[in-house]
């Protein structure tokens, strides 16, 4: 299947500061990407979806201006977190798919801690 | 409203059969699919069901039935790395996935 690459795997920052997510697609063309969050015990919560060249569109709730996505090419989108805090640790994962499939495969998923 | 059900947790005996069943309601329905999810880690992709029936592969099994908004994943010949939540998602007419809550199994030896 198609791969879908995710980094970090684990980042720990300081509140505050902000972090940067990304996530490629290495053998496709990811045209829309989804960035997950998940809480422990809990299931995927969409936070974003982001079609290549387009801007994001946000799930109610979602901050845009704190998670800000770029998808700027067909096989990059970043997250970045600001000025985050300790409520933002998260495990972050990202999805990718093409236009042509109904599957989006995931990202191996950025777990995050602020302290 | 859209919304998917599955049951929190399930356990189950190694080398026997479960069933984990997933109900929804979604504006429109472009298919099921069921995840497999092990701590920590990535949902891993198990199946993905568009039209009424069954699906086999291999120890995994997946049923629709798209009239009732039922489906269920059928887990034979159990493993102990079969230990995971599995997440039911249901795409609505937007083809955007709308997740159930994860059901845990937990495998006994």
Redesign the interface.
């Known amino acids: 299947?198609a791969v879908v690459s995710?980094h970090p795997s684990w980042v720990i920052c300081k509140s505050g500061t902000s972090v940067k997510i990304e996530c490629r697609s290495l053998d496709f063309q990811a045209t829309t990407m989804?960035w997950y969050r998940q809480f422990p015990k809990?299931?995927?919560?969409?936070m974003a979806?982001s079609n290549e060249g387009s801007k994001a569109t946000y799930e109610q709730g979602v901050e845009k201006d704190k998670f800000l996505i770029n998808h700027a090419s067909l096989t990059l989108s970043t997250l970045t977190v600001t000025s985050a805090h300790p409520e933002d640790s998260s495990?972050y994962?990202c999805s990718a798919k093409d236009r042509m499939d109904?599957?989006?495969?995931?990202?191996?998923?950025t777990?995050l801690t602020v302290v | 409203g859209q919304n998917i059900d599955q049951p929190t947790e399930m356990t189950a005996t190694e080398g026997a059969i479960v069933q984990i069943n997933c109900t929804y309601q979604t504006s429109g329905f472009n298919g099921l699919f069921w995840y497999q999810q092990h701590a920590g880690e990535a949902p891993t992709f198990l199946s993905y069901n568009v039209l009424d029936g069954l699906e086999e592969k291999g120890r995994f099994s997946s049923f629709l039935s798209r009239s009732k908004g039922y489906s269920y994943l059928l887990l034979k010949e159990l493993q102990m790395k079969d230990s995971a939540s599995y997440l039911c998602a249901a795409m609505d007419s937007n083809y955007q996935l709308i997740w159930g809550a994860g059901t845990k199994l937990i495998i006994k030896p």
């Open positions: 299947g995710q989804f809990q299931s995927l919560m969409l979806t495990f994962i109904t599957e989006a495969f995931f990202g191996q998923g777990r």
